[in-house]
């Protein structure tokens, strides 16, 4: 039962990282490797500049009613700001070239994130009345690993409610598949774009509010070890399937909290060898991914 | 196509390599004749980097496929460097694991960084076998995968590697001849291969990957053959490294050695030899001009310091204005040769610009 | 009144030419077709009144405009709508799903929505089969199916010219009769301008209109489809005899 959690809560971590990478690699066929240091930057955005290792919290004590939307947006705005000074200027760029663009950027929001709060990590306390635990079926279990989990289901059922439903959603669904052909259908490519910015850096805010109330620091290389299982959840899902990049997510989340408890104690340390080396099998079997996307084919 | 034989290849390229040496061995004379000790190290690090850029060039450059792992081979090659050259008694106190045998041997550094490139080849063959089944991103990926798994092991293999602590006792060699020796080197074998048979079946695989494939070329195993080739050179950067510095730690060859090697490459033209050296200087030229602001510039009777971090962040915003002027970076596709730039295009390509053929 | 005015268009792809100094003019209601042989740059032109491969040289006006360089977004928004060729329908959305893409164009104006339904009843009447399996991923219909679809998509945005290029390719006989016979009616029953681009001038024989050759890049002929028969001129153009 404390597998089943972890796996899902772990996992939770992933399939929201691999879905903002997937929403940008979908429109614009970037690799965004600056989302991890969004997510850093959207939890940073709650406290004083400041070199201690205790947080000086600023926007920190707001009610969790403002203090969510608070992080979402401050994770939206810095996405979309990328996209309008940076990415806006590499579209007819190769995608190895936006690749290591968006490497560059990711460099200077971490050093930027450097300059004023030090390497040091800091202690936070966020919402700290969900660390008790809760039982459920006779399972003692985090509250807060609960609600990470239903975050995440509601945040997927409302991103699938947006894509379905809405005109914008239909839209940025179409300009994943084939962005050309909405264009000459009359989509305005630089608004849908700036949407999946929005939507994604969103995403890397929520993947930090959890990050940080779990484990009750912050640091800013917090973004980085999400990312990089995020980045291999989304390849194996399938480079822009979004669906994929969702059970690619999970999958990986079941993988390491297996390999965990199951492995032998001596190659324990080594468990994320074993992923890895699982990743590179997956891929071998399933070069286009688990979920093969439309239209990542070919761009020219 | 069928002109280009490797050895009229070999006669009309070879000003490229002799003229990248001549500038490394510039660079070298110019920090020796300072008798400077940090100017004299600075040139150590631009060597080495020259190294890496050139060995993740001949991959990179020839293939087409991106690669996130090879920062892995140099990982290898530093910590067999530091297994064959680490005098016996450090070995036994901080990596008791080590068979008896290796435990025992002490080897000069170049034998050791010869070694090292031949383990690290040996791992990229490895590697190397499976991996080139893949292509386009799902490459790239396997390959991060690969530095992600060498990276976990070298961690947490407390006996054998240290694990995250220091591996310290590295003979630390101060002269500047081997590295640029090693540079050149690297130079000279990223040519050899790119006039090869190999690396021109691999460059039209690039190129042309249905034509090439139709003539009769098996892109796996040229690619295999690069990356071989390109892990040793990775390998023996990595082990001269470790004699750089005398101290190795996994996360010293973890993603910002691969970002900073992979910027360099990409920022000078990932499809150009020259692009790498020049990527390189420059940019490593960049970085020590900052730092050298960080450190204090006295104008007068004040003394100006930019704050920390902000060298890392002009770096970064130089590199997104380089790439957004010249996406295909500095060389784009051409090579330094006597005359000028000369773009390296196929000869047959139908509306071709008249190049200047010998 | 011309609607469309093409004046020493050039286009290229990194060195190569595939259009060199083309000009016509097309008057609203007008049908033209464009033929001529493989590599002759029917496809390129196409996408250059659309936006989507900015011509190197040479302007094009719509509608009174200078649309040159524009944003095939901006483009498609003053009433141009291209189908491209290989029926690229997104395969992943249904169909119903596909012909909404083009409808948001139209989201400012009020009455939107309802515009849209009846646009899509239209759509329905014209192709019925469409509206049958209106919920079916586009990617699972048969390639006559996406032909349609991809027409009716066109229709969906409201356009004053629809640009197609190539709509009998793959399709059967009875199919392309169909289609044609649809764009014929539209054309009647919306002022709709046609440009169509056909491999052979058979289909411009039998449907009537203007047809412009080209061969090479460049116009060879352009003149009325049944007056020009099997001129000289065609087969010089199509197994390079003549001049050229």
Same mark, same amino acid.
């Given at each position: ?61 707001? %009610?969790?009613?403002?203090?969510? %939307? ?185 993988? @390491? ?44 | ?50 190294? #890496? ?41 901080? #990596? ?189 030229? #960049? ?39 010249? %996406? ?31 | ?20 100094? *083309? ?99 239209? *759509? ?17 219909? @048969? ?24 709509? @009998? ?27 169509? *681009? ?47």
């Amino acid at each position: 039962m404390q597998t089943l959690f972890d796996a899902l809560s772990l996992g939770s971590l992933y399939a929201l990282g691999a879905l903002g990478i997937a929403l940008i690699f979908g429109v614009m066929r970037l690799v965004n490797f600056a989302h991890g240091d969004v997510i850093s930057f959207a939890i940073f955005a709650l406290l004083w500049p400041s070199i201690d290792a205790v947080a000086v919290v600023f926007a920190g004590y707001l %009610p969790w009613f403002l203090l969510i %939307p608070f992080v979402l947006l401050m994770g939206a705005g810095l996405a979309v700001l990328s996209e309008l000074v940076v990415f806006r200027r590499f579209r007819r760029a190769s995608p190895a070239t936006m690749m290591i663009a968006s490497f560059a950027l990711g460099f200077v929001i971490r050093y930027f994130l450097l300059m004023l709060f030090s390497s040091r990590p800091k202690s936070i306390s966020l919402l700290p009345s969900l660390s008790q635990p809760v039982e459920i079926l006779g399972a003692r279990i985090p509250l807060l690993q609960v609600i990470t989990i239903v975050a995440t289901i509601l945040i997927l059922l409302a991103l699938t409610a947006f894509l379905r439903r809405t005109r914008f959603g239909l839209e940025m669904r179409a300009a994943a598949e084939n962005f050309t052909m909405a264009r000459v259908l009359g989509v305005r490519a630089n608004r849908v774009i700036l949407g999946a910015f929005a939507l994604s850096g969103a995403l890397a805010a929520a993947i930090g509010l959890i990050l940080a109330s779990q484990t009750g620091t912050v640091d800013i290389q917090m973004g980085a070890a999400v990312m990089l299982m995020a980045f291999i959840a989304t390849v194996i899902g399938g480079l822009g399937s979004l669906s994929g990049a969702v059970l690619a997510g999970f999958l990986l989340g079941a993988a @390491s909290v297996v390999m965990q408890t199951s492995l032998p104690i001596d190659a324990r340390p080594f468990r994320d060898a074993f992923v890895y080396g699982a990743v590179i099998l997956v891929l071998i079997f399933r070069p286009q991914g688990l979920i093969a996307a439309r239209g990542t084919k070919e761009r020219v | 196509m069928a002109a280009r034989t490797p050895a009229s290849a070999a006669r009309r390229t070879i000003a490229t390599p002799v003229i990248l040496a001549l500038i490394l061995l510039g660079l070298a004379l110019l920090a020796v004749g300072s008798g400077s000790r940090p100017f004299n190290q600075t040139m150590i690090d631009i060597f080495l980097r020259v190294v #890496l850029a050139v060995g993740l060039y001949i991959f990179v450059g020839n293939s087409g496929v991106m690669s996130f792992g090879h920062i892995g081979f140099t990982c290898l090659g530093a910590y067999a460097a530091a297994w064959l050259t680490m005098p016996p008694m450090m070995k036994q106190t901080l #990596l008791p694991g080590l068979p008896g045998w290796l435990m025992e041997t002490q080897l000069p550094y170049w034998a050791g960084a010869v070694i090292a490139a031949c383990w690290a080849a040996g791992w990229a063959a490895l590697f190397g076998k499976i991996l080139m089944r893949l292509s386009g991103i799902a490459a790239s990926i396997a390959t991060f995968a690969m530095l992600a798994m060498i990276n976990t092991v070298y961690s947490n293999w407390e006996t054998v590697t240290g694990a995250t602590s220091s591996v310290v006792g590295i003979p630390i060699i101060r002269s500047i001849w081997p590295y640029l020796i090693a540079a050149v080197v690297a130079v000279f074998i990223a040519w050899g291969h790119a006039i090869s048979r190999a690396g021109l079946a691999l460059r039209a695989a690039r190129d042309e990957p249905t034509a090439a494939a139709a003539s009769g070329i098996d892109i796996a195993r040229q690619r295999l053959i690069a990356f071989v080739i390109s892990g040793a050179v990775m390998g023996m950067g990595g082990a001269l490294f470790a004699h750089s510095i005398g101290v190795v730690t996994p996360d010293t060859f973890y993603l910002t050695l691969t970002f900073t090697t992979l910027s360099m490459l990409v920022v000078g033209g990932i499809g150009s030899l020259s692009g790498a050296v020049l990527g390189v200087v420059i940019l490593s030229g #960049l970085i020590q001009g900052l730092r050298w602001l960080e450190a204090g510039v006295s104008i007068g009777a004040t003394t100006f310091a930019i704050p920390n971090g902000l060298q890392e962040i002009t770096l970064g915003i130089v590199m997104i204005v380089i790439l957004a002027h010249r %996406p295909a970076g500095i060389m784009a596709n051409s090579e330094l040769n006597w005359r000028r730039a000369r773009p390296e295009i196929p000869d047959d390509v139908p509306g071709n610009m008249p190049t200047n053929k010998e | 009144m011309s609607l469309l005015v093409l004046s020493n268009v050039t286009i290229r792809y990194d060195r190569l030419t595939a259009v060199r100094n *083309v000009a016509f003019t097309l008057s609203e209601g007008e049908i033209l077709f464009i033929t001529g042989p493989n590599g002759a740059g029917k496809s390129s032109l196409l996408r250059a009144i659309a936006g989507v491969t900015p011509p190197a040289g040479g302007r094009i006006d719509f509608a009174g405009a200078d649309i040159t360089g524009r944003a095939p977004e901006d483009i498609a928004r003053m009433g141009i709508s291209l189908v491209p060729e290989g029926r690229e329908v997104f395969g992943g959305l249904t169909i119903e799903e596909n012909l909404m893409v083009g409808t948001g164009m139209h989201a400012q104006t009020r009455k939107w929505r309802s515009r849209a339904v009846s646009e899509l009843d239209a *759509v329905y009447a014209t192709f019925p089969i469409l509206k049958d399996r209106r919920h079916t991923q586009a990617g699972l219909l @048969s390639g006559g199916q996406q032909q349609m679809l991809v027409i009716g998509r066109a229709l969906m945005t409201n356009p004053r010219l629809i640009a197609i290029d190539e709509p @009998s390719l793959g399709l059967a006989p009875n199919i392309t009769d169909q289609v044609y016979e649809r764009l014929i009616a539209l054309r009647a029953h919306r002022a709709l301008t046609l440009l169509i *681009v056909e491999q052979s001038a058979t289909r411009a024989q039998m449907v009537g209109g203007r047809v412009i050759l080209m061969r090479g890049g460049e116009v060879l002929l352009d003149g009325d489809a049944r007056a020009m028969g099997q001129s000289d001129a065609i087969n010089a153009a199509y197994f390079g005899f003549g001049e050229h």
